[in-house]
């Protein structure tokens, strides 16, 4: 085409091209920015929309959020031992390899129970600490196949309306205290303060865990739950820390580098099979330093083995396999005797550099999985390489307890926001708000309350500020909210990753005392309220007690609804007296179903 003195024509395409290309450039770079305002703190949204009804302008009320009033019916007796992910009636629709369906399997939510689980009949408020840590009322855990299976090992063994715990087990007929006692003589590090935390894969009755607190280490017992052993409602009971899980294809929900020693006391793990993908789970959480104790088969084969139903040729294989599939990941042995034997996880790097062989096996993870990534995260046949640049993680670089309590640990660095200054910022406000809360709630810090549950903590405050009381504290960090549970656990204390959209891993009436602080305000975009009340209600022994720190927008629909589940609630101020926050101090009714004698 031609202008009219014949000279060629430029398109109209180069007046606007310039001009709609910088359009397209500048709309993308508003929408990049916009898309990160959104969505980098995806956990934080809704409750800073939340904060806005809250923070008004001196003189102006908040408004708080408005429900109806509630009553939620009993769900029928045979609910009174109800694990709504891990319930065996729906064990049958998944698979049995690895033991698969013994892992969290939570109901669709057309499925969720709207009901409220009842004791069984006969239930008495539970003995208390520490004379529960040796009995128990029967009637309260009314399970007696343990007692029936095990009675030459001495579990438990009932007597009148009790159970009696005499501290035995399979590896220690001579009781779990002289058990311990030779651990001990073969790890030193038990008896200084090196060692505080650990985890007891296959955990029994928790005897092993039960011990280790009268020598200031602190264990989560871990069982998987069973149609009837209850092993995990028993260690609870006992007012020992313990959860349900199993290793199966899942990781467990812990951080990686986390316990200082893990221990399986002939736990059956088949721990050289399917690629040792279970003693690669065991070293991920366990910290380069620590310690994995293991008891039983294969371990002293050579005495043992006509106990074993298996040839001493087989079980000799076995060990063989075990120790070189534990050098291979960069365990070495560390001590043995009699029925004990003791791997140390090496803590120098060198090791983890002969995993770059493509021909080695186990192999150096590199599938882009976060090494503390663990809820609901397939377990790898691969060996998470600690972080080289990490040199306070290992235990020997850890304060000894109980300095390590308030020490600020290296990882909280990792943290999004989190440092030094702030850690021991969060360290004095939790003294302060302990202090208080003691006033408003007197039998905290008394032999009434053993069993606690921080539902949302950051860096374990509430937990460190009580740890003198008569009490443990099961720490939790939400799946969705940063991941500071490794912060926890390196000063000592236990906890586990959870998503409060779904039930807790543990039995009915297993808690005296559930703090939370700020979670509705966190998770209500997420999880609906009566749903994430009733599964406290679940976990809440009766006569046992919430603390609820929650916004003043929030705190009247819960009061409302506590109401339905039988609670007694009273509304309290905060220790600052401020008007966007309140506090519930509530009390959970001992009633039994109309359906039992």
Known sequence: MKHKDGKPHQSDKSSWKVPVALTVVVLCGLSFYLGGIFCSERERYVAEAVNKAVDTPKGTATVPIQIKAVSFPECSAEYQDYTPCTDPKRWHKYGRHRLAFLERHCPPSFERQECLVPPPDGYKSPIRWPKSKNECWYRNVPYDWINKQKSNQHWLKKE???????????MFPNGVGAYVDLMQDLIPQMKDGTIRTAIDTG?????????????GILTVSLAPRDNHQAQVQFALERGIPAILGIISTQRLPFPSNSFDMAHCSRCLIPWT?????YLLEVHRILRPGGFWVLSGPPVNYQRRWRGWNTTIEEQKSDYDKLQELLTSMCFKLFNKKDDIAVWQKLSDNSCYKKLDN??????????????????????????????????KVKLDALPKWPERLHAAPERVSDVRGGSAGSFKHDDGKWKARAKHYKKLLPALG?????????????YGGFAAAVVDDPLWVMNVVSSYAPNTLSVVYDRG???TIHDWCEAFSTYPRTYDLLHLDGLFSAESHRCEMKYVLLEMDRILRPNGYAIIRESSYFVDAIATMTKGMRWSCRKEETEYGVEKEKILICQ???WYSKQNS
Request: hydrophobic letters at 30%.
């Open 273 to 277: 099979e399917f690629g040792g993908v």
């Open 203 to 215: 955990c029994g009755v928790a005897s092993w865990g039960g011990d280790l607190l009268d020598r």
């Open 493 to 495: 204390l236990i906890g």
């Open 588 to 590: 959970k009714k001992l």
């Open 446 to 458: 008394t032999d009434k309350i053993r069993n606690v549950m921080d539902m949302n903590t950051l």
């Open 160 to 170: 009148g309306e009790k159970f009696l715990f005499p501290g035995g087990g399979t």
């Open 358 to 391: 493509p021909d080695n096996y186990p192999s150096k993870c590199d599938d882009g999985t976060e090494p503390d990534s663990a809820w609901y995260t397939p377990l790898r046949p691969c060996v998470v390489v600690p972080n080289p640049a990490a040199k």
